[in-house]
């Protein structure tokens, strides 16, 4: 068990749906980052947030926005769902900026 | 651009026999390297970590890590393989200059023969 907590484990939505993942870091941990990962595109670098603001951004689509909340959990937004949306989303925190970073379990989204 | 490149997609391996995965990184700086493993349904588990000192560095179950500068590799060894290692790795560098994201490989599918 990494420490990192998300929810929900698994979600099957319609296109055009828009959907709210959830991640609640370890403790102590004031980074939060995502990660999607897809059979074709691997594990591709999202969104970081570093202590409630946000310290770099990836390949993210306009239709996804993340934020982190004083108590340090983070939420990751996804709106207008297209099928190619669907892949396992990742949580990972660390304490600093470059420090080894701590995955969650993970959210299967199912777009049909 | 940073980039890492894990060169073999798919290794079968005998159970008892070592094992050795391959990454290069392309980094302008000095990298901090990390091996994590992904069990199928699973999330990524770190295996062990190089940010600077000694270049060999050991990590859980049994792994450990070369760091060579002058080849830009960080290869991932383990001396007999169990079938419970029967996994996807992934190597990753840390852009300590961009936030510490991590940029992956693309892995490397492990099958452990009996």
């Known amino acids: 068990d990494s420490g990192v907590t998300q929810t929900p484990k698994h979600l099957i939505t319609a296109t055009g749906q828009r959907v709210t993942l959830r991640c609640s870091p370890r403790s102590g941990d004031l980074s939060v980052y995502w990660y999607q990962q897809s059979l074709d595109q691997g594990l591709q670098f999202l969104i970081q947030y570093y202590n409630g603001e946000e310290r770099a951004k990836g390949n993210i689509l306009e239709r996804f926005s993340a934020q982190q909340f004083p108590d340090l959990h983070s939420e990751l937004n996804l709106s207008s769902l297209e099928l190619g949306d669907s892949a396992l989303y990742f949580c990972?925190?660390?304490?600093?900026?470059?420090?080894?970073?701590?995955f969650g379990q993970g959210t299967r989204l199912t777009v049909v | 651009a940073q980039s890492v490149t894990q060169p073999d997609i798919h290794i079968t391996v005998s159970e008892g026999a070592s094992l050795e995965l391959r990454c290069n990184y392309s980094y302008g700086a000095t990298p901090y390297l990390f091996w994590y493993v992904q069990s199928p349904g699973q999330g990524l588990q770190l295996l062990l970590k190089?940010?600077?000192?000694?270049?060999l560095v050991q990590g859980i179950k049994g792994f450990e890590a070369e760091f060579k500068r002058s080849q830009s590799s960080f290869n991932l060894r383990k001396p007999s393989v169990h079938w419970s290692d029967a996994a996807e790795y992934f190597c990753a560098v840390a852009t300590y200059n961009q936030g510490g994201k991590l940029i992956f490989g693309q892995g490397t599918e492990l099958s452990v023969k009996p």
């Open positions: 990972a925190s660390s304490v600093g900026v470059g420090t080894e970073a701590f």
């Open positions: 190089y940010f600077s000192g000694d270049t």
